[in-house]
């Protein structure tokens, strides 16, 4: 009996061994590293948000600032794969989000240094995570489990 399971522990173990996940290419890697850029920069600026703070406010945009230019469309190949069957549509669909973001980033600063309206600035945030839940859901193809 001992030896059925250490022999049936085994073969789970080396079963499990031999599932490694597919190395990610560099593109894939520098799209991975825009996307934590982006999500870090949106926490700070709802925890900002929540809790009154300018000054993270200002550290949270200006992280989504700093990937503003292409941060998408440079990855066209990577986001390529995640629509074989239509890759001008990825790229589409990743240059459209890229400007309404940059475009919901420029008013977010102009109301935090010129308007002072929290309301305002919360909404840009809101526009901006709707349009990352957007593409995520075309192209990651993001569904609801059954």
């Not at 949106?42 to 949270?60: F, H, M, P, S």
């Not at 230019?69 to 239509?86: F, I, S, V």
């Not at 669909?93 to 919360?122: G, P, T």
Request: aromatic residues 6%.
């Amino acid at each position: 009996m001992r030896k059925v399971l250490m022999t049936l522990g085994l073969g789970i173990v080396m079963l499990g061994a031999g599932q490694t996940k597919t190395p990610m290419t560099q593109e894939q890697k520098e799209l991975k590293e825009t996307m934590k850029t982006l999500a870090g920069g949106l926490t700070r600026i709802q925890e900002a948000i929540l809790y009154n703070d300018k000054e993270e406010l200002l550290a949270g945009v200006r992280m989504l600032k700093r990937i503003e230019d292409g941060y998408l469309t440079k990855h066209g190949e990577a986001l390529k794969k995640y629509m074989p069957d239509n890759p001008e549509f990825a790229m589409a669909l990743a240059q459209k989000s890229e400007r309404n973001i940059e475009r919901y980033v420029r008013m977010m600063k102009e109301d935090i240094f010129s308007k002072h309206d929290y309301s305002n600035i919360a909404a840009g945030y809101s526009h901006i995570v709707q349009e990352c839940v957007g593409c995520h859901q075309k192209l990651r193809k993001w569904r609801w489990e059954q």
